[in-house]
T-cell receptor, first 112, second 113 residues
Framework: SQKIEQNSEALNIQEGKTATLTCNYT??????LQWYRQDPGRGPVFLLL?????KEKRKERLKVTFDTTLKQSLFHITASQPADSATYLC???????????FGKGTTLSVSS | DAGVIQSPRHEVTEMGQEVTLRCKPI?????LFWYRQTMMRGLELLIY????????DSGMPEDRFSAKMPNASFSTLKIQPSEPRDSAVYFC???????????FGSGTQLSVL
């Protein structure tokens, strides 16, 4: 069956450390993978998109990798801050060019 | 642009009643998506439109759910009759395309008693 799994429901780290979140998928062949941030009571906010032919993408303190052999994406936040505390969702296209299917998310807590 | 606008923000209704959720997408976006979020199931795609035409409604749970997009600036999701298991947060999102990032509204928190 098709599955999108994010490594853990919760991740707790100290301020200044690098947070690494994992997204694994099964029985999908995505053309791209996206990461979103969701704060309590709000809708998800788009952060980054990485395509199947890209290995890595960066945006400020964020870095995403995409390994289509391992069927895995890693999402890194360097020099994490308490303001980075939120739930992070990965999403991929169900079939090429179609709507996104989302993982259940990982809740990141950064303590000062 | 004000972003994707959803109304109402909260809806409490009794089982059997009709519920209508509304969405105004970002001007210029030609894709519109309806998602439902619960703790158990996460974000689930219900239906999406391209240029006001429904493309995939396979996520609509059953015939009690219907969605329309009469023009480029308005969409509705209707549940008739509503049931307690429909209780969830319903999100509308719009985009230039699913490979361009989705812009979500603030959601409608639906409670069916």
């Amino acid at each position: 069956s098709q599955k999108i799994e994010q490594n853990s429901e919760a991740l707790n780290i100290q301020e200044g450390k690098t947070a690494t979140l994992t997204c694994n998928y099964t029985n999908y062949s995505p053309a791209y993978l996206q990461w979103y941030r969701q704060d309590p009571g709000r809708g998800p906010v788009f952060l980054l998109l990485i395509r199947e032919n890209e290995k890595e993408k960066r945006k400020e303190r964020l870095k995403v990798t995409f390994d289509t052999t391992l069927k895995q994406s890693l999402f890194h936040i360097t020099a994490s801050q308490p303001a980075d505390s939120a739930t992070y969702l990965c999403a991929l296209d169900h079939q090429a060019g179609t709507a996104l299917i989302f993982g259940k998310g990982t809740t990141l807590s950064v303590s000062s | 642009d004000a972003g994707v606008i959803q109304s109402p923000r909260h809806e409490v209704t009794e089982m059997g009643q009709e519920v209508t959720l509304r969405c105004k997408p970002i001007s210029g976006h030609d894709y519109l998506f309806w998602y439902r979020q619960t703790m158990m199931r996460g974000l689930e795609l219900l239906i999406y439109f391209n240029n006001n035409v429904p493309i995939d409604d396979s996520g609509m749970p059953e015939d009690r759910f219907s969605a329309k997009m009469p023009n480029a600036s308005f969409s509705t999701l209707k549940i008739q009759p509503s049931e307690p298991r429909d209780s969830a947060v319903y999100f509308c999102a719009s985009s230039f395309g699913p490979d361009r990032g989705l812009f979500f509204g603030s959601g409608t928190q639906l409670s069916v008693l």
